[in-house]
């Protein structure tokens, strides 16, 4: 078991099924994982012929803390081509909670603890 295969017991399921995980690094203070979507068209268009055009910005999600250290998910989207109609798809990922730049789950942990 590699260290990337236990990452995968304590992220989301969402994260791990639909990305990729493709690097990581550490500091004393932080804990950085960088993840691409999979290369999977959306499957509300499995009728139409998509080609993957790279990916979306980057964007960075604080998630729950490991071991003292604060956890920042790196996540590239993926961005499709409608070859007929040349129209630009995304997925639609609901993966940061409202006014936060943190997960929905931790954003609902924070909630909770300070009731």
């Known amino acids: 078991m590699t260290s990337i295969d236990l990452l995968k ?6 994260l791990i099924e639909n990305f990729e995980i493709v690097s990581a690094t550490t500091s004393e203070e932080n804990l950085h994982l960088y993840f691409e979507e999979k290369a999977k068209p959306p499957k509300e268009f499995d009728a139409v012929e998509l080609v993957s055009k790279g990916f979306l910005d980057e964007i960075t999600i604080q998630d729950f803390p490991l071991r003292g250290k604060f956890v920042y998910l790196h996540i590239k989207r993926r961005r ?36």
């Open 9 to 14: 017991f304590m992220l989301p399921d969402f």
């Open 80 to 115: 499709w081509t409608n070859k007929a109609t040349r129209e630009i798809i995304k997925r639609d990922w609901q993966l940061v909670a409202k006014g936060t730049r943190m997960t929905q789950e931790f954003a609902a942990f924070l909630k909770e603890i300070n009731r």
